[in-house]
């Protein structure tokens, strides 16, 4: 967790020299301290649209209006709102300074994770201080500070970090250690035989138990079903394969468990949100340890 109080604060703004196609690009980041009542966005005067800002409170407060009502952003909230909008946030005449990071991202993405962030939870998110997402977003802010991206694929890859983290929200899962022993041994055999034509029946013969059962306890811990956890962990692998290796995408499928490579594309551009070889292309490693189907 950072001391933000020993960090330098300013705003830093990302402008690519030349168009290139990603699903997520990070526009502004920054972390400031407000103590005039003159801060004050309006989302439908706003000159850079099709945007999505997340905006979290670390000191002080806040509060923003949304289509008609007021929400107080006291520290350890956070919204994320698009640009056009219906909203305002400013410091009210109440509060005597309003401390948050910020970062502000394009792309079809960022949409995606606001849509479902914004059905689940409304417009204010409660996230903890220590929290991966806050983390994250302060680990952003540090390298753009000292201008450690190389270029806009480096800084899109960690934009991308952010809204990984983002969907861990929506599928919070349990400690492995609150997990049944099936569990345990449904995992462990996921893991040493995802590359291979696993079944339900498969994988709750090796955890003793029935699938119905199986099927169960996989909803209530992981909030997902085993086959989904199957193709999470095979995209996984594959997109360590595809940084790391120089395996053509129809070895890669092969390797991972795909029966073959057009069902591959479908489903890793399902999850990632581009095609493995663009991905390969753009030479994007995204940094996240589970994949979250959206």
């Known amino acids: 967790m950072y001391n ?33 009542t003159e801060y004050r966005w309006h989302g439908l005067e706003r000159k850079r649209g099709n945007a999505f ?18 929400f107080r952003l006291t520290p350890q909230k956070a919204f994320m709102v698009e640009i056009p909008g219906k909203h305002c ?32 939870y409304g417009p204010i998110l409660d ?18 500070t000292e201008k450690a991206f190389e270029d806009a694929y480096m800084s ?10 983002c969907y861990r929200l929506l599928q919070p899962v349990k400690a492995q250690s609150t997990f049944p022993e099936s ?9 040493q035989h995802y590359h291979e034509d696993v079944t339900i029946e498969d994988i709750s013969n090796a955890a ?9 306890i996989f909803q209530r811990t992981l909030n997902t079903t085993p086959g989904q956890y199957v193709t999470n962990v095979r ?24 029966s073959n490579d057009n069902y591959f594309n479908k489903v890793f551009k399902k999850i990632v949100g581009i095609p493995p070889g663009e991905f390969r292309k753009n030479k994007n490693p995204i940094p996240f340890e589970r994949i979250v189907i959206h």
Not at 156 to 165: I, T
Not at 241 to 252: D, P, Q
């Open 89 to 120: 946030y400013y410091l009210p005449d109440y509060s005597p300074n309003w401390e948050f990071i910020f970062i502000t991202l394009n792309g079809v993405a960022a949409k995606a994770c606001w849509d479902r962030l914004s059905q689940r």
């Open 127 to 144: 996230i903890p201080l220590d929290s991966n997402v806050i983390n994250k977003v302060f680990d952003i802010y540090i390298s753009a």
């Open 4 to 36: 933000w109080s020993d960090i330098k604060k300013e705003t830093i703004a990302f402008r690519q020299s030349s168009r290139f196609e990603t699903v997520v690009d990070l526009d502004i980041i920054g972390l400031e301290k407000r103590v005039s």
């Open 235 to 258: 995209i996984e692998k594959a997109i360590e394969l595809l940084v790391n290796t120089n395996f053509t995408i129809r070895m890669i499928s092969e390797k991972v468990g795909f």
């Open 183 to 191: 569990m345990h041994d449904a995992l462990n055999f996921i893991h």
């Open 156 to 165: 899109s890859a960690e934009a991308y970090g952010f809204l990984m983290e």
């Open 208 to 216: 003793y138990v029935s699938k119905y059962y199986l099927i169960k």
């Open 53 to 70: 800002v997340f905006q979290y409170t670390l000191s002080g407060e806040g509060a923003i209006d949304i289509q008609g009502s007021t």
